[in-house]
């Protein structure tokens, strides 16, 4: 009954968590194209504001913005900041939910170190709250002023945060990690600087005086980060489907440079566009097309199975993993997966189309199987989804078989 808790209400934070980012990144993509597509008006003096046309549902909208302070404020404004704080309350429990409250089976690698749980946890959130200082700081320092030097900078300490996450923990903890600190800064983007510095600009125009312009403008800085990362993000985020991106610890930092940079050179060549279709930087794309080839090609050498499709000598093996006395299963068990599974769930898959160990789990040694018990108990016993479509003909017997050695292994 527990896992079938444990389950649901991870398919029900996901569910929370997956919409509420599509309503914030839209919200910021819209809101990007719109201030790029603003054309001066005659009805605003030079410099202080700009106006852009729109079509949509059957009606026209004429967009105004006010670059400082309009000559009247409505009452009714819209605030756009829940999309952001839903958002990351929804990840961040999703993430204890999944990293934390089931470290064992997805964040502690004991190849990579032997982490307890409460401590693998303190460290995901230390490095979390730790890395927002340090981007604060840095935002507002000297290198914040040049656009530029802001993003070589943010990009060098995404790598480096990817590669310290992949000396403490498992292949796809590291990369959810990663893309956790790059969300903790959008969202305390909006919560620490955006929002209490329009709070600011408007107490001012409710009682008559003059904002001062620089709020407007640091606020319109972590905005544009916001939209520079939103796309590394959402591939940081849906990671932990491709084991190809994180099965080589070596080549995780390296990787997730290549797509960070990749993703923003696609979203800097969408915010020139719309400023101006004839200006498009179309080079952007070929940049963009050989970071993510160069991270293949780092993929496939870091994997055993892409080593040896490609005829490279296997790399040394790590310490051999270490587990749970208890969960450590009795022979017939193994051998039972090794004739069920092992074929796609190996370091060297031989199923043909498996290239890697499918979602990063083997089951090719005791400890490996072990250590996946949990995993083992809902996608077999609990329910059928493995072997899929029981391509490998497993019996109900045993399943049964497998159901029995469970029983006596501790959640
Ligand atoms: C024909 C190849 C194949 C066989 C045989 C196979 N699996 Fe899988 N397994 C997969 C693939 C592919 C996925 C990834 C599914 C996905 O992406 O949703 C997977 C995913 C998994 C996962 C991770 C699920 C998740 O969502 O995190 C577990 C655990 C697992 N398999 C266990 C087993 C066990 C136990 C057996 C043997 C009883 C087995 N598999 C047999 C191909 C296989």
Known sequence: ???????????????????????WIGSSFFFMHLDASLKRTPEIPAGEGAAA??????????????????????????WHKWQAY?????????????????SRLYLVDPAVMDLPAPVAAALGIGALALGWLVYDRICRSRLGESETGLAAVGLLAITLSAF??????SGRGALIHTGALMATWMAGNVFFIIIPNQRKVVAALLKGERPDPSLGRQAKQRSAQNNYLTLPVVL????????????????????????TASGAVIRFFYNVRHADHARSP?????????????????ALVGSAGGRSVLGLPPQAEGPPAVTLASATPPDHIVELVAGRCAMCHAAEPIWDGIGVAPKGVRLDTAEAIGRQAEAIRLQVVLTHNMPPNNVTGMTDEERGVLAAWLKG???
Do not use: C
Request: hydrophobic share 60%; glycine share 6%; charged share 10%.
């Open 1 to 23: 009954m527990e896992s079938f808790v444990w389950e649901w209400g991870s398919m029900l934070l996901r569910w929370l968590h997956i919409v509420a980012a599509m309503a």
């Open 53 to 78: 046309w729109q079509v949509h549902g059957g009606g026209f909208y004429e967009m105004r913005k006010y670059f400082v302070a309009p000559g009247h404020l409505s009452p009714d404004l819209t």
């Open 86 to 102: 839903t958002t990351w309350l929804s990840g961040f429990v999703l993430l204890a939910w999944i990293y934390y409250a089931q």
């Open 164 to 169: 310290g996450f992949s000396q403490v923990f």
């Open 236 to 259: 940081m985020m849906i990671a932990n489907h491709y084991p190809l991106l994180f099965d080589s610890k070596a080549a995780i930092p390296l990787i997730v440079a290549l797509v």
């Open 282 to 298: 179309w080079w952007a794309w070929a940049v963009a097309s050989a970071g993510l080839a160069t991270a293949f090609v780092l």
């Open 409 to 411: 292994t501790a959640r």
